[in-house]
């Protein structure tokens, strides 16, 4: 109990005079709080381009492609085939027709705003399930697209981060102008990155014939899945992919967001150390400027663990109170910070918001509590061993 | 250059704090070294692309193919030295996640447009024989440990087979290096004639024209009669210099350079920190000292000068020694991962711009203490001591 109470009077002295000893202490703090910062900032990047991809999947979608294809654009399908897919067992119908949608997906140049570059962004043609395969989608603006017409409605994400399209202007690619008539919102996710038209103009558009490159079917349940696989792998005319669109989307976010995983855990880690060495420079200068006041405590009675203990506690109040900082500062700057980058796996681009979770702030917490824990550690060892005499003398 | 050994014990006095900060140092150029090795790859070769040399590709968007009768008409505009073409494969090998660029293309004229790469004479032409040779970049041959001869099967995405099949295979006739250390060699070339005539879809198209300016010809010229040549045609082009071609494609990234860029920030505002305060933490311990040097004769100037030094050689010693380190784990990931991030390339540049940030942050951690150490007057400093 005794040096429970000796513990915190130590503390407690040495909290109280820490302003004398501002400078080194903030250079603890401010390294500590750029370690956070730049964890959380990166690594937001990557939560939020997950979650912009994860939201787009419900569990109880299947998307069918080519066998092998890997991604929309790549894929291919006839007209044939995707009647064998969406007249096959365990799919939901609405009266007698097949909840479904078979889709194109090209992609188109368009400016960002802001900038004069072209972007490649995606230009889907659905047929009219789209919105019923499809979980939290709705018209937010305007109005749907007709059949046959050369109109589209815009993803919320993609009309504010690409320029020109507005509800009511036209806009050009290659030989044809198209109108846009209304937005579309999808809780965020990269649905709403892509322009929707009808699937049989762009067909024409694009000169493809009658020819599909996905199809959605909403499943009765999520255990239909299996059996849709098998029914269409035992079917000679047809070659495909079944996965839920969860999974699809999840396979097509790991790429980028190992990526910046890969680069910016290895960038937390070596930036830690560097606050590591921060701190011990901090918290050592600050063992020596109290020498003579750890020594007079040690000359009145006090033992060598609270003067230890002190000091472990004050590098880590120092460390966490940069965490805090840095982790406060991540969070109002890049939280909901809007970029669009291309996603290699579907060549076209995907807006998403960075994403400040809770798990990311208390990870970082975490990283600062062990780089006080570290960076007070031996500083406080040479504390609690100081002779008592010699630094007494220096008096 | 004779304070030398004065610099160097005074560096040493205390030598945990001395260590510590040159190991923060260290950490923070060799982050500097792997962040600006990994924000090369994202400009995607916009360095190494040659003004000489035009792309042409549809205006839609690079996905839309262009037919094969253009190459006829692009070759014959006034101004245009040679053409080949090129395609996107979109095939992987083994495994999906072993994905790399493999490109149908015409074998001579694609070495001719591009005489960075070298290949053996003999293995080129063994190439150009062989309807289903294929030539692959050292890098890759690297990394998959392939041999000429080897047979390699690649899984096609794209495209299919006309008898159905997804698997193509190919023997490697030859490997081909970049004369250019920055240009990647991640990516394969086969012939065009048997990509054409085993698809399954799309015969008669290619994926983008390359072409080579006549020596003196203006190039945006060329580009802007070849469009115009192609106007109102249900393909229309647009044709770039390969530099704002591969810059425009970098760019499609977005906002990820100034992200490192602000990160980079980050960084050197706290090393900054770290050693200014060490350096200033020194010197204020040492005023006595220092008041010692200029009563024995050291002037202002040599007072400031030494602890000037003093910080830059701290700069320095840490510096170095992270860039250094940094240096062979971007020749390591290089070499490692060349296939899925090529491009991965230190340049003297960076390096450059990484001892001009070496010498401007020792002076600028060194220069308040060693303002102060000048103007100290030797009386109150020797009092205080």
């Known amino acids: ?80 085939q995707v009647l064998i897919v969406t007249n096959s067992e365990g799919i939901m119908r609405d009266g007698d027709e097949p909840v479904a949608s078979a889709e194109l997906y090209v992609v188109v140049d368009i400016r960002k705003k802001g900038t004069n570059d072209d972007a490649n962004v995606p230009l889907r043609g659905v047929q009219a399930g789209a919105f019923d395969v499809r979980k939290n989608i709705s018209l937010a603006e305007g109005r749907m697209f007709e059949t046959g017409k050369n109109e589209f409605i815009v993803g919320r994400a993609a009309q504010s981060e690409f320029a020109g399209l507005d509800v009511g202007s036209e806009i050009r690619f290659g030989q044809i102008n198209w109108q846009v008539v209304g937005v579309f919102e999808a809780d965020g996710s990269v649905s709403e990155s892509e322009l929707w038209t009808d699937v049989r103009v762009l067909q024409d558009v694009y000169r493809r014939g009658n020819s599909f490159q996905s ?122 910070f809007r970029v669009s980058t291309l996603n290699g796996a579907s060549f076209s681009q995907v807006v998403f ?30 504390a609690a061993r100081l002779p008592v005499a010699q630094a007494l003398r220096e008096l | 250059m004779k304070y030398l050994g004065l610099i160097w014990r005074n560096a040493w006095r205390k030598k945990i704090r001395t260590s510590l900060t040159i190991l923060s140092v260290l950490v923070a150029f060799l982050l500097f070294a792997l962040l ?36 006829s008409r692009i070759a014959s505009t006034p101004g245009v030295e040679s053409v080949t073409h090129a395609s996107w494969f979109g095939g992987y090998y083994q495994e999906p996640r072993n994905q790399f660029a493999q490109f149908p293309t015409v074998a001579g004229d694609y070495f001719a447009m591009y005489p960075e790469l070298n290949i053996p004479e003999e293995q080129l032409e063994a190439f150009a024989k062989n309807r289903t040779g294929a030539v692959v970049g050292h890098e890759l041959a690297t990394q998959f440990g392939w041999k000429v001869g080897d047979r390699i099967p690649i899984q096609a995405t794209i495209w299919t087979k006309a008898d159905g099949g997804r698997t193509w295979e190919f023997d490697l006739e030859g490997i081909f290096r970049n004369e250019d250390p920055r240009g990647s060699t991640a990516f394969m070339l086969f012939n065009y004639d048997y990509f054409e005539e085993a698809r399954a879809f799309g015969k008669g198209t290619v994926g983008w ?66 050693s200014g305060n060490t350096m200033s933490q020194s010197v204020r311990e040492r005023i006595s000292e220092l008041a010692v040097l200029k009563t024995l004769g050291f002037s202002d100037r040599s007072v400031l000068g030494i602890v000037l030094s003093e910080s830059i050689l701290i700069m320095f010693i840490g510096g170095i020694l992270g860039l ?39 002076v600028l951690a060194g220069v308040f203490p060693a303002v102060k150490a000048m103007r100290l007057s030797i009386v109150d400093a020797l009092a205080r001591g």
């Not at chain 1, 918001?353 to 007070?376: K, M, R, S």
């Not at chain 2, 647009?238 to 494609?249: H, I, L, M, P, W």
């Open chain 1, 1 to 80: 109990m005794k040096s429970i109470n000796q513990i915190i009077a130590v503390t407690a002295l040495n909290i109280r005079n820490l302003p004398q000893r501002i400078g080194g202490s903030l250079v603890a703090v401010v390294g500590v709080a750029a370690v956070v910062l730049v964890f959380a900032a990166v690594l937001s990047m990557a939560k939020g381009f997950e979650r912009t991809m994860v939201n787009a999947g419900s569990t109880d979608t299947a998307i069918v492609m080519r066998s092998g294809s890997t991604a929309e654009l790549n894929s291919g399908l006839s007209n044939e």
């Open chain 1, 215 to 336: 199809v959605r079917v909403k499943l009765e349940n999520e255990a239909a899945l299996k059996g849709l696989q098998e029914s269409l792998a035992a079917d000679p005319r047809i070659d495909a992919d079944v996965m839920t669109e969860r999974d699809y989307y999840s396979g097509q976010a790991q790429g980028l967001s190992q990526f910046i995983k890969m680069v910016g855990y290895p960038l937390t880690i070596l930036m830690a150390i560097g606050a590591v060495f921060g701190a011990l420079n901090s918290m050592y200068a600050s063992v020596t400027v109290r020498g003579k006041e750890i020594a007079t405590l040690r000359a009145l009675g006090f033992g060598p663990m609270p003067v230890l203990f002190s000091t472990i506690i004050e590098s880590t109040l120092l460390a966490l109170t940069g965490g805090i900082i840095g982790g406060g500062l991540a969070f109002v700057v890049f939280n909901g």
């Open chain 1, 353 to 382: 918001d960075f994403a400040v979770t809770p798990d990311l702030l208390w990870q970082g917490l975490i990283a600062a509590l062990i780089i006080g824990l570290v960076g007070g550690f031996f500083p406080a060892i040479r």
């Open chain 2, 36 to 71: 600006s090795a990994i924000g090369y790859a994202f400009k995607s070769g916009a360095d190494v692309a040659a003004a000489e040399r035009l792309v042409v590709i549809n205006r839609i968007s690079l996905i839309n193919p262009l037919p094969i009768s253009y190459q």
């Open chain 2, 209 to 274: 024209y390359i072409l080579r300016v006549e020596p003196g010809a203006n190039p945006v010229e060329i580009a802007n009669a070849i469009d115009e040549q192609f106007a109102n045609s249900p393909s229309e082009t647009d044709t770039s210099t390969e530099a704002a071609f591969a810059a425009s494609f970098a760019k499609q990234f977005g906002n990820i350079a100034l992200i490192v860029t602000m990160i980079l920030g980050a960084v050197f505002f706290t090393l900054l920190l770290v």
């Open chain 2, 324 to 362: 250094g380190i940094g240096w062979l784990l971007v020749q390591g990931m290089a070499q490692q991962m060349g296939a899925f991030l090529p491009g991965v390339y230190l340049s003297p540049l960076s390096m450059l711009v990484a001892l001009s940030i070496m010498i401007g942050a020792g």
